[in-house]
């Protein structure tokens, strides 16, 4: 690049780093995920592809979710990144477990143990602010 003098050029330069910088393909631009932390339990069954509804609270930082959105699960040094199907927002987990079907929530467990432990996970305040059904899809799982 050096042996040729119209690279020393001013305008050249900037023509040629513009077209660098706006020529990146998109396919290289990992894409922006949310990060949410799980218990190895839960993120072991989200890294096979088992579980296919996560289960949180209506937080405020998660009311703005949407279909298409990016989460990365970690647990620990392992992550798991995947796309959000669909969003659905229940009043209990009750409710959500009835809709949904405890087994794509956990397979591994029975529809009452999963309300216990979900439940112990958020207690009654948490579910008062509502519950959020989010159906994902498995696109990598790596452990570090």
Not at 8 to 28: C, G, I, V
Not at 31 to 48: H, S
Not at 50 to 69: C, D, S
Request: hydrophobic share 35%; aromatic share 8%; glycine share 4%.
């Amino acid at each position: 690049m050096i042996a040729d003098p119209k690279h020393f050029y001013r305008s050249y330069t900037t023509q040629e780093l513009n077209r660098l910088m706006t020529s990146r393909p998109a396919a290289h631009v990992a894409p922006r995920a949310r990060e949410m932390n799980l218990y190895r339990r839960y993120f072991d069954l989200v890294a096979n592809g088992t579980k296919t509804i996560e289960v949180r609270v209506q937080y405020p930082n998660l009311r703005n979710l949407a279909v298409g959105n990016h989460i990365r699960f970690v647990c620990g040094r392992d992550d798991a990144l995947t796309r959000v199907k669909r969003v659905a927002r229940y009043t209990s987990f009750e409710e959500m477990l009835d809709a949904e079907g405890p087994q794509r929530v956990d397979p591994t467990s029975p529809r009452d143990l999963q309300l216990t432990n979900i439940r112990h996970i958020y207690g009654p305040e948490k579910e008062a602010l509502g519950v959020l059904a989010i159906e994902i899809e498995l696109l990598d799982a790596s452990a570090s």
